[in-house]
């Protein structure tokens, strides 16, 4: 089992940043993949970002390439999302998963543990 709590969620104005953070308890953190998920209201869960265990290696939605970039503290056992020149169409509840393979996967269905999410704000 692995725990998710994500915090750093918030209102922000067009144009600002902000950077989630995800803390995980109850497994290896070094050996487990990472990835942020989001939902706006009215809208299915939708793929931001992930990075694996074992390289570092990470993938982006195209709406988000360029402008969030997601990182790992191992020794913290906790991942990043840090988000710049958000945009009012960022909003949305933002959600943690981990999971124990190390081949990164833009289906929320494979991935195997959930935070209970972050709200984030973006105002025009």
């Known amino acids: 089992q692995v725990q998710l709590v994500e915090s750093g969620g918030g209102l922000v104005q067009a144009g600002g940043s902000l950077r989630l953070s995800c803390a995980a308890s109850?497994?290896?953190?070094?050996?487990?993949?990472m990835g942020w998920f989001r939902q706006a209201p009215g809208k299915e869960r939708e793929f931001v970002a992930a990075?694996?265990?074992?390289?570092?290696?990470?993938i982006y939605a195209d709406s988000v390439k360029g402008r969030f970039t997601i990182s790992r503290d191992n020794a913290k056992n906790t991942v990043y999302l840090q988000m710049n020149s958000l945009k009012p169409e960022d909003t949305a509840v933002y959600y943690c998963?981990?999971?124990?393979?190390?081949?990164?996967?833009?289906?929320?269905?494979?991935?195997?543990?959930w935070g209970q999410g972050t709200q984030v704000t973006v105002s025009s």
């Open positions: 998963a981990a999971d124990p393979m190390n081949v990164l996967k833009k289906t929320g269905g494979l991935w195997d543990y």
């Open positions: 109850g497994r290896t953190f070094s050996r487990i993949s």
């Open positions: 990075i694996n265990w074992s390289s570092g290696y990470t």
